[in-house]
Structure formats: structure tokens, C-alpha cells
């Protein structure tokens, strides 16, 4: 408790100090115009994302950017529909009006600005291989969660569990070696669980940057992967309240979905607020409904901060709460599901949406505070950030749980950018993270156990005409302290004091060698330690149909990625091509070796037999790559298509890595017809084809390949409050009948869930 008064008081004393710094309001003011035609663009939106700044411009395409800073150099952003989205480094100092020329493009605007590096930066001059995907794409993905939305990006793949629970996997890695970012801080939410998802609210997510690839340089341990990082809208410009009301439903598993969010900036105090709320039974695949596969979810969240001329200082706060069923059995040799007393569970059973025994009851608390202020023409930003994960399974009384596991989380992150000309931009940063893990039911996983590590970075990039040029350095260390347990006489826990520490560094480049063609590469060095499952597992693993056994004596991992890419974007096509080679040392995987396994007490007092699995290491290389063309040959018609491979390999005796994704390759046409009375509209129609998965470790078996078919349709209609949208969202149209390699119910002969059709409303007010 001390602990948290302590965070809350240090939170509490920056919001209030950073006060101080508003003196004098500073404006920044332009003019944004067609290229051709010289004509002013009314509604054209501007951003200064570093400084949460935004505005969009009046009838004669004119913008006043106000309560900015009177000194710095900051990236802007101009985005218009039909127009390509223009960006550039303004600096606060010079007063002169800037004018802004847009040039028409038939490509749909890109999320340009990458938020995950150091430096806000566009496409051009970051190294980075970074996929952006805005609002609109992931509403109108018609995913059940966060990462089901973003699955299909090339080279980005989920370990699911049914419609309920997605955790993502980026170039054949996943767990505890992608790192999740929710306002400005990592998630920590026992996330080495196979059934342990991402626990934010889907409806707060304005865009998702997906960092493929180390990035341990500026996110510490756990970022071995690569990193998804959430981003939440931009506050309204000043003097502006808005309000939005979203809702959906889907036919396979009968998601109700629906949020209600609200947002205002009074002359620089910002506010939003959001309740969101989402209910399925469970999901089904031919004739066929998974029972016990449902789940609800209740989330609040809400912003308060100020903007003002020394930067921001934003308070976000959230609790997350969700209950999800746990799937014990599959179907048995005719496709039919038994209750305990073997009877046969009908439809209209298995489709009720209160769960039963067992299920998870999670809640996840998160407060944060994010802040950017102006030191001369330098800025710090830090962000203090305190989470509690509570975590229930209940198994055998809805009263009291079996694995009750409690852990806070205390993470600080402070950068600070140096002043600079616009040609080098150095940048220095410490980060860290102090945890708590304690048990509060009767039946164990893990041990109780502390954790603190801190790490400290320097960063240097130098821009030039048509590119620029990165380097890093890093420094971490981290100790995790395991405690011991004797429990009815029984050693359940072995204690254990592990110390970890290394040094990662980077180097990337990103050239425009020749109009619109872009050159990137990378070579980095990532890091992480054991996660406290593999230190000292000990346990059944609910949900996961096995007995996990941790090695204390595991090493750190650490990896070393060269990877290439080439991009082109010119008026009528896109073009990516990118490959990776990833040599990771001491890799960690968890496997049942020799078949062995161990009998347990189930909840009725038999015996059952679980197989035991063991964390061991190796050294492990993945190599494979990423392509995409798209063809805009008209300006109503888009052709996209995209293509991911990767082969994991244990170095050991050449055999395959375990939970390794299928090559896969996405194709979608989009017509965008313009309709007077509607903005936007859109029909799309997509097949997702993915390959046999015949590369598998020895306690896999053979995925064999599919493919499935998808298709939307969707409108925007204008009021005076802003944009009405429709949207109807089909998936897996054929009902086709498949495993994915990566889904944990495989195991048991699930199948993926067939046919859902999702019908979506997004209404604004105020």
C-alpha cells in the first residue's frame, strides 16, 4: 500500500508542478491549398502528434494551431480526404505563416506519423519496419477483440482461444517476447499464459503501430519480438465537445459490442471518458456451438490533462473486467459435446450466455501519467504508470477460486530530446519496472515473487535530404526473486534469486533512392529475461490441457536480427518487400518430452492424466519475410494484396520450432464508389489463403492449409454532428471447417469458428 500512495503522490506532484510552466499561450497559424488548382481545402485536419495538438482548417483553408510552445521543432501532419497526407518539420520559433500545398492522390490516406520510435517521424525517415492501422480498418475488420483486428497484417499472427481471447505473434514470436503498449506504458497482466489476452478496451484504440522486429533498444526486456503499441485518439481541438456512440453485433457467437465515449478541451483542459461493454455465448463452426466458450466484458476508462504552451500533462485511468469461459473438452468421436454425465449438450444449451464452471474473472487497473514538457528547445517526456492485475479461475465453486493471482506493477519511463537543428536529434532515456506477485487461492501456478530491472538507452539520429541514419545503445538489468512454498507438507515452490543484465545496441538506415522508392535496414540486438513461469512454474495450467514445469536455472535470452526492406508508393501502385534473418540465443520453448506425464485429483475426485511440459533452450534462427503490392489503377477501385512467411528452425538438430504460424497470403478488392449524400462508402471482398503447416515440433501435429472467404460493405453519411457509419462485415462466408496452427483449442479438435456476419453502427453527438 505504501508503495501505491507512494506512485499516486509522485503522479499527483507532476500533474500539479507542470502547471507552473503555463505563462504565455503561443499560436502557431498556415494556410493549406490544392497543388493544382491553387483552391483553398475547408476541413483539412492538421496534427502535431508529440505535442497532442490538433486543428483543421476554415473556409479559406486557413488553421491557427493554439496553446503550442514559442520555440521547438516539431513534425506536423495535414491530412484531406483525397489527397495525400503531407508532412514536415516546422519550428515554433520562426513566425512566418507556413503554407501548405496538398496533392491529389487516389490512394487512401496512410497513417504516416510512427509514434514508436524516439522521434515522431515519417515513413521516409524511419528505419523501422512499422505497419500502421487506423480506426476505420479495425472497426470494420469485424475482429471480437484488438489483435483479431490487426491479424491480417502481413508478418502478424495470434495464438487464439476461440473468439474470446487473441494474443499476438509478430514474425513467428509471441508471450512474453512482444511487447503491448497502452497509454505510453507496457501492459503487464501475467501475459506468459496461453489463455491470458490483451486487457484493454478495443473501442479505445484510435490506431495501432506494430513495430516488427527488436526493439529492445527503446523498450527494455520483453521487446525481443518487436512491440504493439495502442494509441488513443488525439484530444479535439480547443473549444470543441464531442461525443460518440458505437455498437455491433455478430451472428456467430451473438457479440453484443457497444461503447459510449465523450471528449472536450475547454482552452487547453482536456477530458474523455468511456464506458464499453461486450457479451457472447459461445462461438460455433459448421453445426456445431463450443459450449462454455462465451464471455462478457465490462470496461471504463476516462482522461483528464491539460495542453497548454510548455507541453501536456495527460492523467489516464481504466479498469478492465472480463469473464471468459474455459473450454476443458472437445467434441467426441461423432462432433457431439457431453456434459459431465455424458449426455449430449443441445444448441439452445450451449448457446446461454452465463457461464459455467471453469472461468476466469479478470480485472486489470491501469493509471498513467504522460507528459511532454519544453525545456527550452529541448522536451521531457516521462510517464508514471501503476497497474493491479487480479486473476480468478474458478473450477470448482463460483464462490471461491483455485488460482487467485495478484500482481502491481510500478513502471516509470522518462526520455528526454535534446535540442537540435533538425539534422542530429539525440536523445537519452531511463526506464523501469518494479513488480509484486502474490498468491491468494489454494491452487498454484507460480510463485509468489518480486521483480525490479532499469534500464538506460542513448540514441542518436542524423537526417539528411532524402533519408536519415540511426544508432543505440542499451543497458539492462533485472532481478527476480522467486519465494519458496511448503503447502500440506509438500515442497510446491523451490525459492530462487536470479540476476539478469545486458547491453543491445542498433543500426538502421532508411534512403529514398530514387522518387517515391525507399530503402530501410536494420541490424539490432534484443534481450529478454525468463518470465516467472518459466523461472518456477509448478502447476496445472487451466485451460491449456497440460502440467507446466519452470527451470530456475534458465538464462537470459538474447537475439540478433539483420532485416531489408524496399518500398514504393508512386500515383497507381504500393510495393513493399521486406526480409529478416533472426538468430536468437539461448531461446526458450516449452515442450512434453519422452511423453511424460503426471496424474491429478480432478474436480469430481478421480484421477485424470495431464502431460508434463518442460521449459528448456536452444539456439534458434528465424528467417522469412514479408511482401505487398496494391494496384489503385482507378481512383475508385483498390487491389491489395499481401504475402508472410516465416520458418523457425532449433539449431540444435535442425528440427522445427513449436507454434510456428503458416505462410499466408491476404487479397482483398475494394470498390469506393462516390455517392452524393454518402462520404466513404466502400464494398470489399477478401480471400485469405494460408498454407499446410507442415514444419512442427514432435508433440504438434500437421495443420493442413485453407482458405477463407470475406466481404464488406459500409457507408458514412454527414451531419451536423460529423459522420454517421454503417458497415456490415462478413467472415469465413463458405463456413469452412479449419485449425489454425496457432489455436490453442487444436488440441482438442475444435475448429476455428465458422461463419459471422457483423452489423455495426457508429453514431456522433454534441
Known sequence: MKKIKLLLAVMLYTFITTTAFATELAEFKGKVIDASTQEPLAGATIYITDLKAITTTNSDGEFTLKNVPAKGRFLLEVRFIGYKTHSQMIDLAVPTKLNITMQPSIIESAEIVITGSPFSSNNKTNSLSVVTVGKEKLTQAGGTNLIDAVAKVPGISQVSTGGAISKPVIRGLGYNRVLTMVD???????????????????????????????????????????????????????????????????????????????????????????????????????NAVVPNSGFNEFNLNGMVGLNKSWGYSHLTFSRFNTNVGLVEEGPDDSGDYLDEDGNQIDRSTAQRRDLNLPFQNINHYRAALNSNVILGKGQLRTTFAFQRNIRKEFEESRAEPGLNLNLNSYTYDLKYYFPNAGKWEPAIGVQGMYQENSNHGDEFLIPDYTSNNIGAFAYLKRNFENGAINIGARYDYKKVDGEGLVFDGEEVFSAFNNKFSNVSGSLGFAFEVAKDLV??????????????????????????????????????????????????????????????????????????FNNESKELENEDGGLETLPV??????????????????????????????????????????????????????????????????????????????????????????????????????????????????????????????????????????????????????????
Open 184 to 286: 505510453g506504458a507496457r501492459e503487464e497482466a501475467q501475459q506468459w499464459g496461453d489463455e491470458h489476452g490483451i486487457e484493454v478496451d478495443q473501442f479505445s484504440a484510435a490506431r495501432v503501430e506494430i513495430l516488427k522486429g527488436p526493439a529492445s533498444l527503446l523498450y527494455g526486456s520483453d521487446a525481443l519480438g518487436g512491440v504493439i503499441n495502442i494509441i488513443d485518439d488525439l484530444v479535439p481541438a480547443p473549444g470543441t465537445h464531442q461525443g460518440n456512440f458505437i455498437s455491433s453485433y455478430s451472428t456467430n457467437n451473438g457479440l453484443t459490442a457497444s461503447s459510449l465515449m465523450m471528449q472536450g478541451n475547454d482552452n487547453g483542459f482536456v477530458y474523455r471518458g468511456r464506458a464499453s461493454y461486450k457479451n457472447a455465448y459461445g462461438f460455433s463452426y459448421k
Open 519 to 592: 530503402i530501410k535496414g536494420n541490424a539490432g540486438s534484443g534481450f529478454r529475461a525468463p518470465n516467472i513461469a518459466e523461472l518456477g512454474a509448478n502447476g496445472r495450467h487451466e485451460g491449456t490441457f497440460r502440467y507446466e514445469i519452470g527451470n530456475s536455472n534458465l538464462k537470459q535470452e538474447t537475439s540478433l536480427q539483420f532485416d531489408l526492406g524496399l518500398e514504393y508508393t508512386a500515383h497507381h501502385i504500393t510495393f513493399g518487400l521486406n526480409g529478416f534473418a533472426n538468430r536468437i540465443f539461448n531461446y526458450i520453448y516449452l515442450g512434453n
Open 613 to 766: 511440459y518442460r521449459f528448456v533452450q536452444t539456439k534458434a534462427d528465424l528467417i522469412g519475410g514479408e511482401a505487398s503490392v496494391d494496384f489503385h489503377l482507378v481512383k475508385s477501385l483498390h487491389f491489395e494484396n499481401s504475402f508472410s512467411y516465416v520458418k523457425g528452425i532449433n539449431r540444435a538438430d535442425d528440427s522445427p520450432l513449436a507454434f510456428i504460424p503458416a505462410a499466408s497470403l491476404n487479397n482483398e478488392l475494394r470498390f469506393e464508389p462516390e455517392i452524393k449524400g454518402f462520404d466513404g462508402a466502400y464494398i470489399k471482398i477478401g480471400v485469405t489463403n494460408v498454407f499446410k503447416q507442415a514444419r512442427f515440433d514432435s508433440f504438434e501435429t500437421q495443420t493442413n492449409g485453407y482458405t477463407l472467404l470475406d466481404a464488406g460493405i459500409g457507408t458514412s453519411i454527414k451531419t451536423a454532428k460529423g459522420k454517421f457509419n454503417l458497415w456490415v462485415t462478413g467472415q469465413n462466408l463458405l463456413n469452412k471447417e479449419y485449425y489454425n496452427h496457432l489455436s490453442r483449442y487444436k488440441l482438442a479438435n475444435i475448429y476455428n469458428p465458422g461463419r459471422n456476419v457483423t452489423f455495426g453502427i457508429s453514431l456522433p453527438f454534441m
